[in-house]
């Protein structure tokens, strides 16, 4: 069994490679709706992964980096001016795991 293992403080939170997998294709398989309800469950679930991958600062919270886009639609919505398939693209293609 394949571990990952991401560090909060105390204590250590151990996340193995296939429930990564299984969060990634959750959110594959989801409606607009249900992502933007989400939108934290995503968030924290890509920067999980940006780090894990080591993603650079302009991917994640540049002024497009995936953590700054989800940030600005936790807090503007529809309202964001971001187009919501532009961003779930973004999501797929950063933050895939094989």
């Not at 989400?38 to 497009?64: H, I, M, P, Y």
């Not at 940030?71 to 503007?76: A, C, I, Y």
Request: negative net charge; glycine residues 8%; aromatic residues 10%.
């Amino acid at each position: 069994m394949s571990l990952l293992k991401y560090v909060v403080a105390d204590p250590d939170v151990v996340v193995t490679h296939a429930q990564m997998r299984g969060e990634y294709n959750w959110f594959e398989g989801i409606d607009d709706v249900t992502f933007m309800q989400n939108l934290q469950r995503a968030f924290f679930f890509a920067d999980l992964v940006a780090c894990v991958k080591g993603l650079s600062l302009e991917q994640t919270v540049g002024e497009e980096g995936i953590l700054h886009r989800l940030t600005v639609l936790m807090e503007f919505g529809a309202d964001s001016g971001l187009e919501l398939s532009v961003v779930r693209e973004q999501f797929s293609e950063l933050l895939h795991i094989r």
